[in-house]
C-alpha cells in the first residue's frame, strides 16, 4: 500500500483571487488531481467552516471565501455541480456569518449556496459506531455524491487543533452538536467522519489562529493551503506545520486508531513545500493568558484528558471576556479523579466531565467528554446568575431549545 499523499502550496502574502486560485490548482495537482472523485453531472458538496463572526479573513476564524470560490470554479469546470453547504456553531445564525463576509458576494454572483440549519434534516446510519449508532444530519448532506472539506487551520480550545475531521461538525444539525459534547465528541466526530465519508480535503492555512481558537485565537498569517484523499493524514501534517505531534492531537488519533486514515508520518508522503520551511510552533489553548483569580481553585485528576482541561481554562477566558470573574473566589472546579481536601466544602465544589466517577460527581456536575465552555460557566455562576455567550445569540436555555 502506497503512502498518503499531501500537498503543502505557499501562496503570495496577503494573496488575492488570483494567486489563491493558483495555490488551490497546484495543490491538487501535486495530489494527482481529482479526476478520480468528480465526474461531470455529480453533486458536490463543499463544507466550508462558517463557525462564527469575525469574518475578516484577517481574524482567520472563518475559511476565507476566495478559498471555496477557486474550489467551486474548478469543480463547475469539471461539469459537477458545486453546492457550498454549511451550519455555524449552536446559537449562531449562519445567514449572519454569510452576510458580513466574502461569502455573501458569492451568493450574488450566482453561487449555490446553503445555510444547512434551513433545510431538511435525516438520521445517517454511522458503519462501525462507538458511540452514534446513526447521527442526525441534512437530506443534501446524504444526497451528495462527493463530499469536500474546506478547514481553516487553527487550534482549538477543546481538541487542541481543528481543521478537516473537527470542522465536518457543520454538517450536522444543533441538537446533535449539543450531543457530541454530551456523550463523547472525539470518537463521535469520528462517527460523523465515517458517516459522511469525505473524499477530499483542501485546507486554508493562510490566516490562521494560535492560541483561543476556533473564534478567540490570535491570528498568524502562513499563506498556505493544503490538499489531500486521506483526510487523517492532512490533520496529521497540519498538527505538524503547528507543531504538535499526531499523539497530542486527539481526533487525528482517535481516527487513525479506527483504520480512517494514517496518522504516521513515515506513512504519509509531504509535496511541494518542505515541512521544515513552513513550520512554526502555534500557541497552545492551555497557554493563551490563562486566568488567575485568588480564592479560586483548579484540579485536575490524572486521568483528564486535554478536552476536559483546555475546556475549563476557555471557560475561564469566556467568564473574562465577559466580565464574569466575580464569581470565580470560594469555587473549586474538579475534572478526573483526583484528592480533593476534606476542608473543601462539597457545595463549592463544581465537577466537570465523564472522567469524574460517578460516586464524586456531586450536585454541580457538569456532564460531556468535554462539555460545552458554557454549562461550565453556568455551573460556577451557580443561580446567582446566567452566562454570556461569547458569540452565541440568546442565553443557554434559548439555545437548548433550538
Request: with cysteine; glycine share 8%.
Amino acid at each position: 500500500m502506497g503512502k498518503s499523499r499531501v500537498s503543502i502550496v505557499k501562496t503570495n502574502p496577503q494573496p488575492d483571487f488570483t494567486s489563491i486560485r493558483q495555490a488551490v490548482e497546484k495543490a491538487i495537482h501535486l495530489i494527482g488531481g481529482i479526476a478520480d472523485l468528480i465526474k461531470p453531472g455529480m453533486k458536490v458538496l463543499l463544507n466550508p467552516s462558517w463557525v462564527a463572526l469575525p469574518t475578516e479573513p484577517e481574524k482567520g476564524c472563518i475559511t476565507q471565501a476566495e478559498v471555496t470560490r477557486a474550489v467551486a470554479n474548478i469543480v463547475r469546470e469539471m461539469g459537477a455541480r458545486p453546492i457550498i453547504a454549511e451550519s455555524a456553531a449552536v446559537g449562531v445564525d449562519s445567514e449572519k456569518v454569510i452576510a458580513a463576509s466574502g461569502y455573501c458576494s458569492l451568493r450574488e454572483s450566482g453561487y449555490e449556496l446553503i445555510d444547512l440549519k434551513k433545510t431538511e434534516k435525516v438520521m445517517i446510519p454511522v458503519p462501525g459506531w462507538k458511540v452514534f449508532k446513526e447521527i442526525e444530519s441534512h437530506v443534501l448532506v446524504r444526497e451528495a455524491d462527493v463530499i469536500i472539506s474546506l478547514p481553516k487551520m487553527k487550534t482549538h480550545d477543546q481538541t487542541e487543533i481543528t481543521c478537516s475531521i473537527k470542522k465536518l461538525k457543520g454538517l450536522l444539525s444543533d441538537q446533535y452538536k449539543k450531543m457530541m459534547h454530551q456523550e463523547g465528541l472525539f470518537e463521535g466526530v469520528v462517527d460523523l467522519l465515517t458517516a459522511v465519508k469525505p473524499q477530499l480535503t483542501i485546507v486554508d492555512a493562510i490566516y490562521c489562529q494560535e492560541g483561543l481558537g476556533p473564534v478567540f485565537g490570535k491570528p498568524v498569517e502562513m499563506d498556505l493551503i493544503l490538499a489531500g484523499k486521506d483526510l487523517v493524514a492532512v490533520d496529521t501534517v497540519c498538527g505538524l506545520i503547528m507543531d504538535f505531534s499526531p499523539e497530542e492531537v486527539p481526533l487525528t488519533m482517535t481516527a487513525a486508531a479506527r483504520g480512517l486514515g494514517t496518522a504516521r508520518p513515515e506513512e504519509i508522503e509531504i509535496v511541494g513545500e518542505p515541512l521544515s520551511k513552513v513550520c512554526r510552533r502555534f500557541l497552545r489553548s492551555m497557554e493563551d493568558n490563562p486566568v488567575q483569580v485568588e480564592g479560586f481553585n483548579l484540579i485536575y485528576g490524572g486521568v483528564t484528558c486535554t478536552g476536559c482541561r483546555n475546556t475549563v481554562m476557555s471557560a475561564l477566558v469566556d467568564m473574562r471576556n465577559a466580565e464574569q470573574l466575580m464569581y470565580l473566589p470560594g469555587v473549586t472546579v474538579v475534572t478526573g479523579d483526583p484528592e480533593i481536601s476534606p476542608f473543601v466544602p462539597a457545595e463549592s465544589i463544581v465537577t466537570v466531565g465523564k472522567c469524574v466517577p460517578e460516586g464524586k460527581r456531586g450536585r454541580r456536575y457538569v456532564k460531556g467528554c468535554p462539555p460545552n465552555n458554557a454549562y461550565v460557566v453556568q455551573a460556577i455562576i451557580g443561580d446567582r446568575g446566567k452566562a454570556r455567550r461569547m458569540y452565541a445569540e440568546g442565553d443557554l436555555e434559548s439555545t437548548d431549545k433550538k
